[in-house]
């Protein structure tokens, strides 16, 4: 693992701090950032909404610290982002309420950021087919890919197919990818690549360092996908 070597981790591994709620201080940085050198910098999970602690243990398990974010400061203490499945209709709320929109998408012009599943539906370009009402989800814009929300269907339809994954360098065995109310890519831009496939459609897509998965890699045991976005950093 040549990046782990590469890097030092502050604190013990794994360990696991929601801002505001008995981390260390710096939540809100009053005091400037927590850790000044980039080395340092735990992984940041968008805790706004959603699964972000599976993805805590997925980190976990590859010894790897992370850092809940919800204020944009707290943007200056981590050194990638992972934005989380749960609902995209409530991280955009949450995410406007806050003011995140525009500290976000500064933070992933130099910094390697993974949407997974309602993740990647904030961070494409835009949404086809709502039926006329976008139910509010405002995309970030960041990844240049159109998606369709519950295009698989609805929870009934969730399902699991192994998916053969291009940024997953060296290893010839598909990833069990776990689809949850997933949404379709419909269409992938020019800037953005296809790194994964399922039935002939993209279901991941890369563009420089913004990775977007339609499914959940942190629902499996199986960390090759964290690991390949650690080597992002
Ligand atoms: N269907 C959800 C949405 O539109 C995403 C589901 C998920 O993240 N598992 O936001």
New binding site residues.
Partial sequence: MKWMKARKWPAAAGKFSLSGMGGPAGGNNPDGPLYEDEMYKPVGLLTLQ??YEKHQQAFAALGVETLGVRRPAELDDICALVV????????TRLMDRIGLRQPLLDFAVDHPVMG????L??MSSGLVDEKNSD?G?EPLGMLDCLVR??GYGRQIDSFTAPVGIDVLEGSSHTFDAV?????RIVEVGPLANVVAVHDGEPVAVRQGNLLGLTF?PELTADGRIHQAFLEMI
């Fill in positions: 959603g699964d989380p499945g749960g609902e995209s209709t409530t991280l997974t599943c309602a993740g539906i904030m139910f989800v929300r519950n689809f949850i109310r997933a949404p959940h």
